[in-house]
T-cell receptor
Framework: AQSVTQLGSHVSVSEGALVLLRCNYS??????LFWYVQYPNQGLQLLLK??????LVKGINGFEAEFKKSETSFHLTKPSAHMSDAAEYFC????????????FGTGTKLQVIP | KAGVTQTPRYLIKTRGQQVTLSCSPI?????VSWYQQTPGQGLQFLFE???????NKGNFPGRFSGRQFSNSRSEMNVSTLELGDSALYLC??????????????FGAGSRLTVL
């Protein structure tokens, strides 16, 4: 069975500082991995996805994530936080070969301090 | 092209009532998934439909049901509402639902409050 663990339900960073949101996954097969962002009163929007190509994945708004099989991790980073990055971020996993059952983590709320 | 549309956006019900939520996917998308989002549990998978057939189902009681129409629009129904059903219900569509091959596009959600 697939699962995702996001460490830290709330993360605060100063504007301009590094953003690091942690995600560890469990999967019986090499997974597909995703990061989504949710702004207040909105649905989720895809930031980036990993589908077994390059291990370093670049997404929108300057975010990127690195797939590390040995650590079963897919942490999300951004070199310099902007006020507009304040939102909730969800890591998600799905197993190839089947149909859409995407399992989400419990989310990390990012606060950006001016 | 238009995004995923969910109606109603907000609704208030009382315990014991039932509710029906609607989702219109992106034009051309044939797979529709439903999720329940609560502060403590995050997003929990309810079910996924493709070509009017339920292909996947999460661990929810039988009070939660859904269906998909020939135009790919989907509805979900919750009967005998309980206080714990208060949540944001999110619908997401994708082209054909193959894992990883296409991503989920979410609607803004229907926020249900049960009093």
């Amino acid at each position: 069975a697939q699962s995702v663990t996001q460490l830290g339900s709330h993360v605060s960073v100063s504007e301009g500082a590094l953003v690091l949101l942690r995600c560890n996954y469990s999967s019986s097969v090499p997974p597909y991995l995703f990061w989504y962002v949710q702004y207040p009163n909105q649905g989720l929007q895809l930031l980036l996805k990993y589908t077994s190509a390059a291990t370093l994945v670049k997404g929108i708004n300057g975010f990127e994530a690195e797939f590390k099989k040995s650590e079963t991790s897919f942490h999300l980073t951004k070199p310099s936080a902007h006020m507009s990055d304040a939102a909730e971020y969800f890591c998600a996993v799905s197993e190839p070969g089947g149909y859409q059952k995407v399992t989400f983590g419990t989310g990390t709320k990012l606060q950006v301090i001016p | 092209k238009a995004g995923v549309t969910q109606t109603p956006r907000y609704l208030i019900k009382t315990r014991g009532q039932q509710v029906t939520l609607s989702c219109s996917p992106i034009s051309g998308h044939r797979s529709v998934s439903w999720y329940q989002q609560t502060p403590g549990q995050g997003l929990q998978f309810l079910f996924e439909y493709f070509s009017e057939t339920q292909r996947n189902k999460g661990n929810f009681p039988g009070r939660f049901s859904g269906r998909q129409f020939s135009n790919s629009r989907s509805e979900m129904n919750v009967s005998t509402l309980e206080l714990g059903d208060s949540a944001l219900y999110l619908c997401a569509s994708s082209f054909d639902g193959r894992a990883g091959a296409n991503v989920l596009t979410f609607g803004a959600g229907s926020r249900l409050t049960v009093l």
